[in-house]
């Protein structure tokens, strides 16, 4: 079974990649099966919907690790979401029996589509720098790393998820370029809080750009931010 491991910042289009890999017939998807248990290890933190988060999955990593993220499925190919943040403070050595694929998007925008949702996001919350943190462990134990960025999914979702299928080892499904709109079964219980735009769609499409001026309060964030996404992109599978 190839077990597919998605480190992603929030809002980007992990839940679009998430639905393209839950349209192939051989794939199973899991919807960030570690929220639970980062939000009840981040008291302070607060998101929409928390109490009935805290509800829906166990709070306890080991649990998680060996029923969910290491569990048994029937299919020959599973394709489990995760949030970058998600990931802190736990042992990422797991991630060495994944195939693990990174996805980061421009900060910019990332932060003014976040701050919509969270007004003061901070750099744990968007994930950048976890991400580029968790990139150099896995290089350092010498693990294959993928890297995508969501601005070139979209440019060319055919050439690059042709690309990405390719270097994770399994072969490309035409049925990965579109889904049904609506929902998903495997959707969180967070879905009606952050995924309006995705259950609207029927494919990758590019949002239009907002016209609401970025958050001067937020620059510092921004400028921390870029260093980080300026270190990955050069890792980027290319549309070109």
């Not at 609506?182 to 967070?190: A, L, N």
Request: contains cysteine.
């Amino acid at each position: 079974m190839k077990r597919i491991h998605l480190i992603s910042g929030p809002r980007n289009i992990s839940t679009a990649l998430m639905y393209s890999f839950g349209n192939r017939k051989d794939t199973v998807v899991v919807d960030e099966p570690l929220y639970a248990n980062y939000l009840n290890n981040h008291p302070e933190i607060v998101h929409p919907g928390k109490e009935d988060i805290l509800k829906s999955q166990s709070h306890d990593f080991d649990e998680v690790l060996q029923n969910v993220l290491l569990g048994e499925y029937k299919s020959d190919v599973v394709f489990i979401k995760n949030m970058a943040h998600h990931l802190d403070q736990q042992d990422w050595t797991f991630l060495s029996e994944m195939t693990n694929v990174f996805l980061i998007r421009e900060p910019k925008r990332l932060i003014a589509s976040f701050a919509q949702v969270i007004p003061n996001p901070t750099l744990l919350d968007i994930g950048l720098g976890l991400e580029f943190d968790i990139f150099k462990y896995l290089e350092s134990c010498n693990q294959p790393i993928i890297v995508l960025d969501s601005h070139e999914v979209l440019k060319s979702p055919r050439k690059v998820l042709s690309k990405l299928c390719d270097q994770i080892g399994i072969s490309f499904d035409e049925e990965m370029l579109s889904w049904p709109a609506g929902s998903r079964k495997e959707d969180g219980c967070w879905a009606k809080y952050w995924y309006t735009n995705v259950h609207k769609s029927t494919g990758f499409t590019q949002n239009k750009i907002s016209n609401h001026p970025f958050p001067d309060h937020l620059n510092e964030l921004l400028e921390e931010a870029t260093v980080y996404y300026n270190k990955l992109k050069p890792f980027t599978i290319k549309a070109d």
